[in-house]
DNA sequence: GTAAGCTACTTACTTTTCGTAATCTATAAA
DNA sequence: TTTATAGATTACGAAAAGTAAGTAGCTTAC
């Protein structure tokens, strides 16, 4: 996506927040950290695109993956402080949609 | 998409709000009332997508559409209340990109 | 009177992303 | 050897986004 010229980083923060379950996942999240399949549950997202969302937040330095070896495997997730950083903002969106929709 | 059982009320928001480009409509039109050619230069989005978002946006009460019958035709496009209501909101997302991005 | 220009779309086509379901990896217990 | 579990990956059809060309209605220029 190329970028807005308008607001450079907006439009940053759009492609990153605003990707879909991006927002939703981070919501989850602030309820504290989980496991892949917990997250699974409580969306109506697929394994499939839950994986790729985590990397991508991974990466971006907003979520934290931890291995546990045990067996069966744990993985838990939780949100960093630029992540933590992001509840005002969803709280917003969750405010506004209380009043307007 | 389907809704989730989490915060239906955030789902539907990120739904419409999270869709690309949408956010950055409404930043451009929080400058005031604007012609679609306008909000075409001011983003790199297509006229394909614009329209169908205007149109998306209108439909949800976010938007307003005002067409003059002047030569060549004008067409005006400006945030309704719920649509000012979202000023907050996407102020937030930008002040966490200025302190994050 | 026809050609060109303006604005606001719309259509046709290609590329990217999403959604669903099946499969894989590693480990251990039955 | 088969089964189970958690986390993740792969394959593939469907949906959405991107690109570029075309349309409609009206005006002015030639």
Chains 1, 2 share one sequence.
Do not use: D, H
Not at 26 to 34: A, K, S, V
Not at 43 to 50: F, K, M, N, T, V
Not at 53 to 62: A, F, H, N, Q
Request: aromatic share 6%.
């Amino acid at each position: 996506m190329k970028e807005s010229a308008l607001c450079p980083r907006l439009s940053k923060a759009m492609e990153l927040v605003g990707k879909r379950w991006t927002a939703l996942i981070i919501y989850q999240l602030l309820e504290g950290p989980q496991r892949f399949n917990a997250i699974e549950s409580a969306l109506p997202i697929s394994g499939r695109l839950l994986s790729e969302r985590l990397k991508e937040l991974e990466k971006e330095g907003i979520v934290e993956r931890k291995v546990f070896s045990e067996v069966p495997i744990r993985v838990e997730y939780n949100l960093t402080k630029k992540g933590q950083s992001l509840e005002q903002t969803v709280r917003e969106i969750e405010n506004w949609a209380k009043s307007w929709l």
